[in-house]
């Protein structure tokens, strides 16, 4: 198998490591986890919570790969395993903000890969099936951002600290943004019915999560909730929205594996230098991410809007 991977943190000056880890076992197990951006910004002897989970999923899911667990297991038993493995980690490193990972594997069962995906990490096949679930929650905030951006982006000047001042709106909510002064409540009340008019969901749970911000939205994982979603958190895992699929390796010709950093996938060519050029087009036609690429976060001079990976492998033929 032919492999190719780029990975690169969302500071742009390289400064800080980012949350996406990746594991790569030829001929075994090539996967991607993305770990949750932690909501404290703490970090822990030089690594965020959302690398650590990332991490130790990873590790776990390399131990699960040599005993054979990642072909005969569930794709429950599996996603548990790696859930229990970050809950331990976060016990180990005392972090008190529940740390979360996406995850993402395509497994060699020796007739077929097996593909395992949980949360927004995604992996396409032959370069047009792709495997991808995109949260509810997010399109909530998503719409909500845009509208706050919208706001803001003609009070102040400087668009990086328009950026930064709609993150944290988001982040701490609108009523945090109304008490503060930041916005009217006509105003937070307007990105409230931005974001049910995107996502159709009921007035009242997408108020009552924006109003208390993305600060709060881990209460949702793994939650049977309109908003639930899976999380690999250290908790029990639901499997509504995850992929196990067999693929014959017959049919396969090449495999990609992604993180959400990359807002758009290339239309054409599955290697590295399309998924790049692909994010250098993104970039210039959207770079706040609030036109045809939009996205929960937008880039500034410093930050990308988010870390971005990608596994870009070929199968051997014979």
């Known amino acids: ?83 229990d493995s970050v809950k331990q980690a976060a016990i180990e490193r005392n972090i008190a903000h529940p740390p979360s990972t996406t995850a993402a594997l395509v497994i060699d069962a020796g007739t077929s ?10 992996i396409r096949i ?19 951002r845009i509208a706050v951006h919208g706001i803001l982006s003609q009070r102040i000047a400087d668009p990086d600290e ?12 609108l009523d945090a943004a109304v008490s503060s002064g930041r916005l009217s409540r006509d105003e937070a009340d307007h990105a409230i019915d931005a974001s049910v008019t995107q996502s159709a ?60 950093g990359y807002v758009a996938l290339p239309s054409s060519g599955t290697g590295l230098r399309d998924w790049e050029d692909e994010f250098d087009r993104v970039e210039i036609a959207d770079f706040h991410k609030t036109g045809p690429f939009q996205a929960v976060k937008g880039a500034t001079t410093v930050e990308y809007c988010d870390d971005r990976t990608v596994i870009s492998a070929t199968p051997a033929r014979a």
């Open 1 to 83: 198998m032919n492999i190719e991977v780029f990975s690169r943190s969302k500071y742009k000056t390289g400064n800080k490591p980012g949350d996406d880890v990746v594991l790569i076992e030829p001929d075994s197990v090539l996967a991607v986890f993305d770990g949750a951006t932690d909501p404290t910004g703490a970090f822990y002897d030089g690594e965020s919570s959302g690398r650590i989970a990332a991490r130790s999923a990873a590790r776990c899911a390399s131990d699960l790969a040599r005993s054979g667990a990642l072909v005969s297991s569930t794709a429950l038993e599996i996603f548990q395993a790696l859930s």
């Open 113 to 122: 890969y097996r593909l395992l995906a949980l949360g927004d990490t995604g």
């Open 126 to 144: 032959n370069g047009n099936t792709v495997y991808q679930h995109h949260k509810i929650i997010d399109t909530v905030s998503t719409a909500a």
């Open 162 to 173: 328009a950026e930064m001042a709609t993150r944290k709106v988001i982040f701490d909510g």
């Open 201 to 260: 969901l009921a007035a009242d749970i997408a108020a009552g999560f924006l109003k208390g911000g993305i600060r709060t939205q881990f209460h949702h994982a793994n939650s049977d909730d309109p908003l639930g979603y899976a999380s690999i958190n250290g908790k029990a895992v639901i499997l509504d929205g995850t992929t196990d699929i067999m693929v014959p390796k017959a049919e396969v010709t090449s495999i990609e594996i992604f993180s959400d």
